[in-house]
């Protein structure tokens, strides 16, 4: 997959943002992402997106990125922040675009083409903590609980949901899964992460009879005589996208009283944290959940720590004494 920036017809006059070098620059910066950092198609297209309002910014004051200084990374940043014409954009958007400088600039740097980083010293505006919305383990059974029937489709959304809360899946992992990635005698899934790297999670008893009943009696008749690897498919027997996972579980959230509570990160979410709760290892959830590093599972300490606050408010006879 290659992420291209479409260049000018000849004899087209240069655009702000459309400088031919920094187009150059742009483009090997985003082949070293994909070829050695192995990013995926929707992290590249936002770092093309946000190189190239940089590019425009650069244009129309008559700089260059490789002479950039730090006031003008700073300057585009605080322009973003104020809006200047156009609706200003949050502290989480420019902290983004902040992080995509200084990759940029940190790839040049590498690669000998400036002396100095003009982002070393950036400081960009920091990101409010916003914890991840989960389901208490009620609300859990309720959402898995929600397809109905023997039906199909039915059948592949309760182990979509199943598996889904059981190995704590990202959504493009779960619709990536195929059918060799599952070994039921085993009780263990192979999950591809971010970056093509794989990962093994057990798992649970309900995930693996969801599995078996989806695939004795739904996806065989979805799939007919057709060859398909993906484990989970759409109503053609085709691959689910990540768009039909998320009508799913919209559905299923609304049927359980869950609307606007609910996205497939959700159930990512609720795992980490009730397997924190319930006292797993910390170093054992980042293995389940792929992370690089362990300070971002973390973040599931203080989800954790406050569902135990609750715990202890509403059932301790001397919490409010």
Do not use: W
């Not at 929600?146 to 039915?154: D, H, L, Q, R, V």
């Amino acid at each position: 997959m290659a992420v291209a920036i479409k260049p000018r017809s000849p004899g087209t006059p240069a655009k702000p943002g459309a400088d031919a070098r920094f187009e150059s620059l742009v483009l090997d910066f985003l082949s070293y992402l994909e070829f050695e950092r192995g990013l995926s198609r929707n992290t590249l297209n936002a770092y093309r997106t946000d190189l190239l309002q940089y590019g425009e910014y650069l244009s129309a004051h008559n700089r260059d990125a490789l002479e950039a200084s730090a006031a003008d990374v700073a300057d585009f940043l605080a322009e973003l922040a104020t809006g200047e014409g156009r609706p200003a954009c949050s502290a989480a958007t420019i902290h983004r675009k902040a992080a995509c400088l200084r990759s940029f600039y940190k790839h040049l740097r590498r690669d000998e083409l400036i002396g100095d980083d003009p982002t070393a010293a950036l400081s960009a505006p920091r990101r409010s903590k916003k914890l991840p919305h989960v389901l208490n383990y009620s609300e859990v059974q309720k959402l898995l609980a929600a397809p109905k029937g023997s039906e199909p489709t039915a059948l592949r959304d309760r182990a979509l949901l199943e598996v889904m809360y059981a190995c704590g899946l990202r959504a493009s992992e779960t619709i990536g899964l195929e059918l060799g990635d599952v070994d039921l005698r085993e009780g263990v899934l192979r999950a591809r992460g971010k970056g093509s790297k794989e990962r093994l999670v057990p798992l649970g008893r309900q995930a693996i009879a969801a599995i078996n009943g989806y695939l004795r009696g739904g996806r065989s008749k979805l799939v007919g005589d057709r060859h398909e690897a993906k484990l989970f498919v759409n109503f053609r027997g085709g691959p689910l996208t990540r768009q039909g996972l998320y009508k799913i579980v919209q559905r299923h959230a609304r049927d359980a009283g869950l609307a606007g509570k609910m996205s497939p990160h959700t159930l990512r979410h609720s795992f980490a944290t009730h397997l924190l709760a319930g006292g797993c290892d910390l170093r054992a959830v980042q293995e389940m959940l792929g992370h690089a590093d362990i300070s971002t599972t973390q973040m599931y300490t203080h989800l954790s720590g406050d569902r135990l606050k609750e715990v202890y408010f509403s059932a301790h006879p001397r919490a409010s004494d």
